[in-house]
């Protein structure tokens, strides 16, 4: 499995920007589709965003579309969510994952993703 690693959770007012990061190691990065995910106290894992191994593919949750941007460098090994106009309902723990590229294509489950980073928070303040 891949390693991985966030950073760049925090607080933030409503209405401003968080940059997160996920550094994997340990396997070979393009061979991964990424995704983000997000837990809030009391409710579900859920997904906000996912890219396909090389970016050529992008799928976004309808509740961050238009404000958050999925990206990532594969010579850095890395991956991005760029959020935008947060609102206190984004308010969770935000973890990225790994999923084996030719598995389950386009696939938003968690259960189809096989490594996990150890979440990172984000609080937005009203």
């Known amino acids: 499995q891949v390693q991985l690693v966030e950073s760049g959770g925090g607080l933030v007012q409503a209405g401003g920007s968080l940059r997160l990061s996920c550094a994997a190691s340990?396997?070979?990065?393009?061979?991964?589709?990424m995704g983000w995910f997000r837990q809030a106290p009391g409710k579900e894992r859920e997904c906000v965003s996912h890219?396909?191994?090389?970016?050529?593919?992008?799928y976004y949750a309808d509740f961050v579309k238009g404000r958050f941007t999925i990206s990532r460098d594969n010579a850095k090994s890395t991956v991005y969510l760029q959020m935008n106009s947060l609102n206190p309902e984004d308010t969770a723990v935000y973890y990225c994952?790994?999923?084996?590229?030719?598995?389950?294509?386009?696939?938003?489950?968690?259960?189809?993703?096989?490594?996990w980073g150890q979440g990172t928070q984000v609080t937005v303040s009203s």
């Open positions: 994952a790994a999923r084996p590229a030719q598995y389950r294509v386009g696939s938003k489950r968690a259960a189809d993703f096989e490594s």
């Open positions: 340990g396997r070979t990065f393009s061979n991964y589709a």
């Open positions: 890219i396909s191994s090389i970016g050529g593919t992008t």
